[in-house]
Structure formats: C-alpha cells, structure tokens
Nanobody
C-alpha cells in the first residue's frame, strides 16, 4: 500500500490550495488518514485527521481554515486549505494506518508568500 500526495505549490497569503493523497495497492479504506506538515527547522506536526467513521480532528492553528475529507470510492484523501498564511509554509505529508501498519506518503511543498 502506497500513498501519493500532490497539489502543493506557491500561493499568496489569503489564497487557497487543495492537496490530494491517493491510496494505491488496496481497495479497502484505511482506518485512519491524516495530513501532517513539517516547516524548516521544526518538528513534524499533525494538521488534520479523519477516521473511517468520518470523525475529523484539526490542529488549533488551522481550525476554520482547513477542511479534511476523503472519497472512499476513489481512495483519496483531500485537504482544502483556505486563507493561507506564511506560517502554513511547510512540506505536507499524508499518513495512513492500514492493517496496523503506519504508512507515510512523500511530501508536497506548500509555500505561502507574496
């Protein structure tokens, strides 16, 4: 099972981006999926997560601006990011749990700058 993240890029403050994370190697939904980010010189942190029941959780810093969602039919996880700030600049990673194993996708860089 592999995760493939995409959708990063350069955006101005106040702008929006949508990140996608596609799951391959299985047709079953992962019990847990989440987005994490790592800014230069900082530790990786959880941004948002969602479990198979649909219950989601967000870091305080992104509540009200980011929305996590999943399309189980397409086995894809999304992160809609609005009102982006310079502090959101980081490499974003998707993470999933499948059969008890933790799986990380490669990162996608989000740069918020004017």
């Amino acid at each position: 099972v592999q995760l493939q993240a995409s959708g990063g890029g350069l955006v101005q403050p106040g702008g929006s981006l949508r990140l996608s994370c596609t799951v391959s190697g299985t047709t079953f939904s992962l019990s847990f999926m989440g987005w994490y980010r790592q800014a230069p010189g900082k530790e990786r942190e959880m941004v948002a997560s969602v479990i198979s029941s649909g219950r989601s959780n967000y870091a305080d810093s992104v509540k009200g601006r980011f929305t996590i969602s999943r399309d189980n039919a397409k086995n894809t996880l999304f992160l809609d990011m609005n009102n982006l700030k310079a502090a959101d600049t980081a490499v974003y990673f998707c993470r999933g749990i499948y059969g008890g194993a933790v799986i990380w996708g490669q990162g996608t860089l989000v740069t918020v700058s004017s």
